[in-house]
Each structure stands twice: as structure tokens, then as C-alpha cells.
């Protein structure tokens, strides 16, 4: 499974990047508001130092609009993924974007049909929010499980990017389950290496040791 990163903060992806750990990253309106940053620039700075593909999000209503937009944001870095809202609009969107050799990321997915629309728009990426379907107590997991059967069933290319990750458990049962890709915050990342026992584990090990009164270096 892919890691993207769902942040536009420069200083978290570069310190996941030198580990290996980011494939990808994925913005929003939201995240550039927190990020304080000029679109444009946080994105090139984020494109420049990210190989894999950086979503960058329209924020028109209508088909034409949200092409002029992505258009614009596409010239910022050949590895820009369109990012267009799931809805009819952002459809028409889609396939002409497609279409132009563009890749497109079809966002705010919460159904099955909604995928499935996408896949045969041609989506790059379509993004199932997990979160917030866990919000409202509908399992988010169980969506991702619907896509990916549907997906397997004909044959679609459109990558399940899960979105909308709140948890290291999130991101386990999405490997699982078989996403093509996960995108989570960077704190998500790093609990994934978390784990009471280890921490358990380590405390004994380091009492153990100076029991022994030995020095490795
Ligand atoms: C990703 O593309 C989405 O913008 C993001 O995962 C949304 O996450 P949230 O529901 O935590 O805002």
C-alpha cells in the first residue's frame, strides 16, 4: 500500500520523506487555510521535493470552472493530481481532465455508486472518507471493502485512495482490505510505531542492561 501524506505542512512531509515513508501527498482547502500558505507556492515547494503525485483541490462549482482550475494547478508540477469534489460537475470534470492525459483525484466519496461513477469517468484516484463515515457510525472501513470488491469485479484501474484517516488502525485494516493507497495525517504515521509493549519492552531491556554495569560504546 501507498503512503501519501494529508498535510500541507513542508517541514512534516520532508521529515516522513527522509525516512522513505511518503509516495504522495494530498492537499485540500482546509489544509491549505491551516498551512497559512499561498496554494501555489506550499504546492511547488511540496511538488519539488515529493516525487509521487501531490493533489492539489478546485474549489468551483461547475464542470468548466473547476478544468480552468485544474488546469492552472496542473502548471505548477507535472506530478499535480487534479483534485475535483464527487459530484456531477466534478464528474464532467473528471473525464475531460482524463481525457487531456491529466491525473485526477475524485474526492469526498462516501457511497459505492459514488466509486463506481468515478472509476468509469476515468478517475486516477478516487477518495473514500473513512473518518467521516465513522463519524456518523457508519463504518468507513466497510466502504473501502465495497470499492475494492466492485473495483476487482471489472477490472477498473482507479486507485482506492483511502482518506479521511484517523487512526493507525485505519491504516492497517485499510492494507488489509487492499487500498491502493492510504493518505493520513503525519501524526497518524508516526503512532503506527507505537506500541505499549514495545515501550514496555524497551523499559525492562534498559534496566536489565544497567544491572549489568556494561557499555557498548
Ligand atoms: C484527503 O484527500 C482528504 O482531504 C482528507 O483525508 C480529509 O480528512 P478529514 O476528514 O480528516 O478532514
Given at each position: ?80 493530481a ?21 491525473m485526477v483525484n ?17 478517475a486516477t484516484f ?92
Amino acid at each position: 500500500m501507498k503512503f501519501f501524506v494529508d498535510t500541507a505542512d513542508i517541514d512534516a512531509i520532508r521529515e516522513l520523506h527522509a525516512l522513505g515513508m511518503v509516495d504522495g501527498v494530498t492537499t485540500n482547502p482546509s489544509l491549505i487555510m491551516k498551512s497559512g500558505r499561498d496554494i501555489k507556492e506550499v504546492t511547488k515547494e511540496i511538488c519539488d521535493l515529493v516525487d509521487g503525485p501531490v493533489s492539489a483541490e478546485t474549489v468551483a462549482l461547475d464542470a468548466e470552472g473547476m478544468i480552468r482550475e485544474g488546469l492552472i494547478l496542473k502548471e505548477i508540477a507535472d506530478n499535480i493530481a487534479i483534485k475535483v469534489p464527487l459530484t456531477w460537475e466534478g464528474l464532467k470534470a473528471c473525464k475531460a481532465l482524463t481525457d487531456q492525459g491529466h491525473m485526477v483525484n475524485v474526492t469526498l466519496c462516501f457511497s459505492a455508486n459514488q466509486a463506481l461513477l468515478a472509476a468509469k469517468a476515468g478517475a486516477t484516484f478516487i477518495s473514500p472518507f473513512v473518518g467521516r463515515l465513522d463519524d456518523l457510525n457508519i463504518d468507513g472501513m466497510e466502504l473501502i471493502s465495497d470499492i475494492r470488491e466492485i473495483y476487482d469485479n471489472y477490472g477498473f484501474e482507479t486507485q482506492i485512495l483511502a482518506a479521511s484517516i484517523r487512526t493507525p488502525n485505519h491504516m492497517s485494516e485499510a492494507a488489509r482490505i487492499g487500498a491502493d493507497v492510504a493518505t493520513a495525517p503525519p501524526s497518524v504515521i508516526h503512532a503506527m510505531a507505537k506500541h505499549v509493549l514495545t515501550d514496555k519492552g524497551l523499559d525492562a531491556f534498559l534496566k536489565d542492561w544497567a544491572a549489568t554495569g556494561q557499555n557498548i560504546v
